[in-house]
């Protein structure tokens, strides 16, 4: 992808998200309705999680709490009074809108909220993530027209080809609130990479009899701790209803590049770079996140990056990342919440080359390749969130891309998963 057509993505998503925005701001600001009366709100729930971000500022308990039309309004009810699934809603009051089970973003995203002063969090998370098939531009391939393709001049795929690749990561998200608009936070986690792959060219190649183990499946795996992140939240402004929260993150180099397989040759080589756990590098991952609150539910939208930073030991670094988020959480009653969310995400090939790997690689197999890493996805994400009562929060969401343009070859992405359990205290 060329640098013209990444910044007319950019700005394209940008302005979709700041569309999807403005019309169901506009949406439900309609129709004041009639404000609830203090009784409906539930002191049990109320205190359940005072002080997380999303408290948005009232100082008392009425939707009296701010004058102004807009928050007027959005003390009304868009959908009415209700009582679904046996679980009142107690919404209304913006004086303790942070307690509410779409506090957090979905479970797929990280940053979208602070902790007020000397309160701690800590989540674990989890995400699966699918590969399978391989894919040029936006176009799927056969394993057969995966074998023995020419990119950017040079044929690859000769020797085998990477068919599908599982990524499972334990993370462990740990928060604390320095003060009511700082917030620390650091996320060691684990990796575990998987992949699968089919042997020499069993469809017919040009270069002579088929040898003998062509078409045979074989598998590589390495797992380990991965690059730790960590960094700041700064709640730079909150309004009645609204927040906007600057993400100053990074990465440390703690997961390992450099560790070889045996497969398929007997022989230990290097592993290829979507099995690599960490960058190598120190990363920037800074992000920003503007949320705003409504009696049913909440909309956000987010940009966060991943910018490597210098060159790691190996002589590359991994390309840049850009995610642009837009998210509706519905708040079915206070406890459960229903997310849908639109990700844009932009990844750069790498910037150099492993030194380890003579140019003769790139021509086994595409995972060697530099070239062969970059791309953009459109994904959409469908997730719900429970809080669980006593500081406690869980959340789920399923991920599928429905538009993807891979540099080289790669392997498309497919279904993924993301959940979370968390607790404040
Ligand atoms: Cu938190």
Redesign the pocket.
Known sequence: MSRFQFTLQLAGAFFAGIATYLVVTTAFSQDPGEAPSLSDISPVELAMEEG?SGDVGCTSNGCDCCSSQSCGSRCGSFLGPCDWFGCHRDSYSHHKRGGLADK?APAGLMGG???KKGQW?F?YKYMNMYMRGNRMGTTNVSDAAAFDVNINGSVTNAQAIPTNMTMEMHML?I?YGWSDEI?L?AMPMVTSLTMDHMRDNPFGTPLGPMPALAGQPFTTHNDGIDDVVFGALWKAYEGCTDELIFNFGFSVPTGDIDRQTSAPFGVPIDLPYPMRIGSGTFDFRPGVTYRSNYDHGSIGLQYTADLTLGTNSEGYALGDEHKINAWYSWLVCDRLALSFRVENHWRNNIDGADVDQNAGTMGFISTNRSDSRGGFWTNLGYGGSLLLGDGYLMNFEAVHPVYQDLDGIQLSNDWYFNAGL?K?F
Do not use: G, K, P
């Open positions: 997380e957090h909220h602070v902790h969090m989540e998200h928060m917030s936070y968390s404040a």
